[in-house]
C-alpha cells in the first residue's frame, strides 16, 4: 500500500476542520486535510447562517464552507477526497488508512470529522430537509419566528431545544413516542412550564405535510391509532446525534455516547499527537462558531505538541 509522510493530518471539513488548517499552515505544519464523507459537513444541509460572527448579513451554509476552504488553501492546506477507513494510534507516527488504499503517516493527527444528527428516515423528511425540515433549533428557529412548530424527540437537546423554540415561535407541539421524557427531571419541568409548549404524548410522526415546504404535520396516537393533522410552518427532529468516532474506538477514550473524551481545557485525547475538535468532541455547543475555536485550539496544540517533540 502506498505510504505518505505528514507532519499533520485534519480529518474532516467542517469549521472545526477547516479552522485547524488555517492555524496549522500558518504554522508550517503544511496539513493535509481529507474532507470526509460529507465535505463542509453538517453545515451544507443548512440554508441560511445568521449567528457566526463576521457574516452581518448572513451567509448560506455551503458557501460559508466554501469560503472556510479557500481560506485554508490560500496558506498551504492540501485539501483532498476521501474517507479515513482505518487508523493505528498504537506508535509514532500514527497512521491513517485513506479509502482502504493508501497509509499516512503523522506525527500529528487532528480529527473534526462531527457529528451527524439522526433522521426519523421519511420521505417527506429528505424532501423537506433545509425547507421547513431542521436537526438544529439553535440554527434554524429564526425563521419561524411568531409561528407554530413541532419538534420531535423527548432527550435533553429536545427538551433543550423546545425552550429555545418557545421563547421565539408562538407555538411549539412536542412529538414524543412514550407516556414519559427521557430528559433530565429539570429539563422536564421547564418544558412543562413553558406555557406556548404542547407536548403530544404517545405520539409518532406519521408524515411531514407541504410540497415545497412545511405546512403541516400528521401525527398519530400510538394507544389509539387516532390521527391528527397540525399545521406548522418548522419541523425540527431531535432524537439525537452520532459521533463519527467509530473507526478511533480502539485506541482513544470516549464517553458512553461515543464522543471522543479530551482533556478539558485542551483538544488533546488520551494518545500523544492525537487531537479532537468540533462535535465529535462536544455534545453541550454544537455550534459552527465553537466548532471552529475548539479547531484553532487543536492546531495551536498539535503545534506545541510537534516543537516539544523536535518534529516542527
Ligand atoms: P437522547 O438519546 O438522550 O434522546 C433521544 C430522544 O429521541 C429520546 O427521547 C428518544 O425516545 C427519542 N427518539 C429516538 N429515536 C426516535 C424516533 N425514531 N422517533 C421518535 N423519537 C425518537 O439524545 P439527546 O440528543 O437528547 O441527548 C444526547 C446526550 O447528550 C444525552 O446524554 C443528554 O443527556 C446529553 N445532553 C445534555 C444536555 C445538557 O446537559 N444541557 C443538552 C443536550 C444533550 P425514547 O426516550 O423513547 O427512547
Redesign the pocket.
Known amino acids: 500500500m502506498e505510504i505518505e509522510k505528514v507532519k499533520c493530518l485534519i480529518i474532516g471539513s467542517g469549521p472545526a476542520g477547516y479552522t485547524a488548517a488555517i492555524y496549522a499552515s500558518r504554522a508550517g505544519l503544511n496539513p493535509v486535510l481529507y474532507q470526509g464523507l460529507q465535505p463542509g459537513g453538517q453545515l451544507t444541509i443548512t440554508n441560511d447562517v445568521e449567528n457566526y460572527p463576521g457574516y452581518p448579513d448572513g451567509i448560506n451554509g455551503p458557501q460559508m464552507m466554501e469560503d472556510f476552504k479557500r481560506q485554508a488553501e490560500r496558506f498551504g492546506t492540501d485539501v483532498r477526497y476521501g474517507i479515513a477507513t482505518a487508523v493505528d494510534f498504537s506508535s509514532q507516527p500514527h497512521k491513517v488508512t485513506i479509502d482502504e488504499q493508501k497509509v499516512i503517516e503523522a506525527h500529528t493527527v487532528i480529527i473534526s470529522t462531527g457529528a451527524s444528527a439522526?433522521w426519523?428516515?421519511m420521505e417527506s423528511e429528505a424532501r423537506l430537509n433545509g425547507s421547513g425540515v431542521s436537526a438544529c433549533a439553535v440554527c434554524d428557529g429564526f425563521f419561524y419566528r411568531g409561528q407554530d412548530v413541532a419538534i420531535?424527540?423527548?432527550?435533553?437537546?429536545?427538551?433543550?431545544e423546545a425552550t429555545y423554540l418557545a421563547n421565539i415561535c408562538s407555538k411549539v407541539y412536542m412529538?414524543?413516542?412514550?407516556d414519559?421524557?427521557?430528559?433530565?427531571t429539570i429539563?422536564q419541568e421547564r418544558v412543562k412550564k413553558t406555557k406556548n409548549i404542547e407536548i403530544l404524548w404517545n405520539a409518532?410522526?406519521d408524515d411531514i405535510l407541504g410540497e415545497n415546504a412545511v405546512d403541516g404535520v400528521r401525527v398519530r396516537n400510538v394507544l389509539t391509532d387516532e390521527l391528527r393533522e397540525i399545521p406548522v410552518k418548522g419541523f425540527f427532529v431531535?432524537?439525537?446525534?452520532q459521533p463519527n468516532s467509530g473507526i478511533f474506538a480502539d485506541y482513544l477514550n470516549l464517553d458512553?455516547?461515543g464522543y471522543i473524551r479530551t482533556i478539558p481545557g485542551t483538544s488533546k485525547t488520551n494518545i500523544d499527537g492525537v487531537f479532537a475538535c468540533g462535535d465529535v468532541q462536544d455534545?453541550?455547543y454544537r455550534q459552527a462558531v465553537t466548532a471552529a475555536g475548539s479547531g484553532c485550539m487543536a492546531a495551536l496544540d498539535a503545534e506545541r505538541y510537534l516543537s516539544a517533540q523536535d518534529l516542527h
Not at 420531535?152 to 433543550?160: K, Y
Open positions: 439522526k426519523l428516515g420531535v424527540g423527548a432527550g435533553d437537546t429536545a427538551a433543550e412529538i414524543v413516542r412514550r414519559e421524557m427521557r430528559a433530565s429539563m409518532v410522526t431531535a432524537i439525537g446525534h458512553e455516547n455534545f453541550t
